[in-house]
């Protein structure tokens, strides 16, 4: 299981940057955004095959659940 930043959003705001970077905004005087988004990822593929079981609570909680 993981929880992190979502890396769609991440991009999508790495793409923001770059445009303004493009258009001459120097890197230095932009701000340092943190992610806003961030997903819940549950591998129960890999949980199964380490004999790890998850409650049905935590799998509904997921974002993502891998089966």
Do not use: C, H, W
Not at 39 to 52: H, P, S, W, Y
């Amino acid at each position: 299981m993981s929880y992190g930043p979502n890396v769609k959003a991440t991009f999508r705001r790495a793409a923001v940057y770059i445009d303004r970077i493009i258009k001459g905004a120097r890197p230095a005087d932009m701000p340092i955004e943190q992610p806003s988004t961030f997903e819940f990822v549950i591998n129960q593929r890999t949980a199964k095959a380490l004999g790890i079981e998850f409650s049905p609570a935590l799998l509904v909680r997921a974002d993502e659940v891998i089966e």
